[in-house]
């Protein structure tokens, strides 16, 4: 059983208006979250209007899953790139369905 804690690897806030941003938190974890199969625990979130309308994650629990709106599905993590890439191209998808974001 190991001692070690979880790193810290970035914390970031994105300011996209006045009223939407983009969060990200990721640690590197001694071991996988229950759930997942990596090194990496993360939350990537885009809140508009004070409401959380996309985010990623692997929380305990719920396992690796990605929320959309208000579906809910689960995520297969492959890389840190794969799943940044996949957050913005939500993001982007969000603003234009959602024009007023």
């Not at 979130?45 to 990605?66: F, I, L, P, Q, W």
């Not at 709106?69 to 996949?86: C, I």
């Amino acid at each position: 059983m190991s001692n070690m804690k979880a790193t810290l690897i970035a914390r970031t806030r994105i300011v996209y208006s006045t009223h939407s941003f983009a969060g990200l938190v990721l640690w590197r974890v001694p071991a996988p979250v229950p759930g997942s199969g990596h090194e990496f625990k993360y939350r990537l979130a885009y809140v508009v209007d004070s409401v959380c309308v996309v985010r990623y994650d692997n929380e305990v629990g719920k396992g690796e899953h990605r929320q959309f709106g208000v579906t809910e599905n689960s995520y297969k993590f492959s890389t840190l790139e794969r799943l940044m890439v996949d957050c913005q191209k939500d993001i982007a998808r969000w603003n234009d369905e959602n024009s007023s974001s």
